[in-house]
T-cell receptor, first 114, second 111 residues
Framework: DVKVTQSSRYLVKRTGEKVFLECVQDMDHENMFWYRQDPGLGLRLIYFSYDVKMKEKGDIPEGYSVSREKKERFSLILESASTNQTSMYLC?????????????FGPGTRLTVL | DAKTTQPPSMDCAEGRAANLPCNHSTISGNEYVYWYRQIHSQGPQYIIHGLKNNETNEMASLIITEDRKSSTLILPHATLRDTAVYYCIVRVSSNTGKLIFGQGTTLQVKP
């Protein structure tokens, strides 16, 4: 079974804390993505990476950074968490040579910033 | 990527076919139609995609109109486990795979 795993299902942090969300995939995929999902706004792309050490801004990168040091791992970093970053965070991966552009998603991390 | 329009919600009786429509009137010739779904508390899951021909797999069928301005996802025998939000996405197939999710259709399958 192909798998995308995320480090936590639920996370509670305080305003101003530095937060790391980790995502690992075991499919040897080149492309990885971070989305956030909020009621009424759907899924929005934060950052994506198409190779190790490569990153591209998505639609809402402000307040976030990412790290891709190894092919299987893509980290989302909140340098100084704020309450408006309370959300569900979803990671996904995609083969670099997709036959059907099927993104595989992790289970999500529900982050609450107090 | 072209914009899509879906009804916000639909109901379907268990065992009956669920037909989920999507309008994409500004679709261009090299854009594919993708369908994903998201069951509560899970990440989205790929269902099917197509360019201009109708497609079928073990999960669903995709019917694309001849002018490609709309499509319908068909779940032939809906079960309670098919209750989910269904997203229709139009995009150019490329290696970067960036997807833009709209609001989707919440399908409620009722016993």
């Amino acid at each position: 079974d192909v798998k995308v795993t995320q480090s936590s299902r639920y996370l509670v942090k305080r305003t101003g804390e530095k937060v790391f969300l980790e995502c690992v995939q075991d499919m040897d995929h080149e492309n990885m993505f971070w989305y956030r999902q909020d009621p009424g706004l759907g899924l929005r792309l934060i950052y994506f990476s198409y190779d190790v050490k490569m990153k591209e801004k998505g639609d809402i990168p402000e307040g976030y950074s990412v790290s891709r040091e190894k092919k299987e791992r893509f980290s989302l970093i909140l340098e100084s968490a704020s309450t408006n970053q309370t959300s569900m965070y979803l990671c996904a991966s995609l083969s670099g040579t997709p036959k059907k552009n099927e993104q595989f998603f992790g289970p999500g991390t529900r982050l609450t910033v107090l | 990527d072209a914009k899509t329009t879906q009804p916000p919600s639909m109901d379907c009786a268990e065992g009956r076919a669920a037909n989920l429509p999507c309008n994409h009137s500004t679709i261009s010739g090299n854009e594919y139609v993708y369908w994903y779904r998201q069951i509560h508390s899970q990440g989205p899951q790929y269902i099917i995609h197509g360019l201009k021909n109708n497609e079928t797999n073990e999960m669903a069928s995709l019917i694309i109109t001849e002018d490609r301005k709309s499509s319908t996802l068909i779940l032939p025998h809906a079960t309670l486990r098919d209750t989910a939000v269904y997203y229709c996405i139009v995009r150019v197939s490329s290696n970067t795979g960036k997807l833009i999710f709209g609001q989707g259709t919440t399908l409620q399958v009722k016993p």
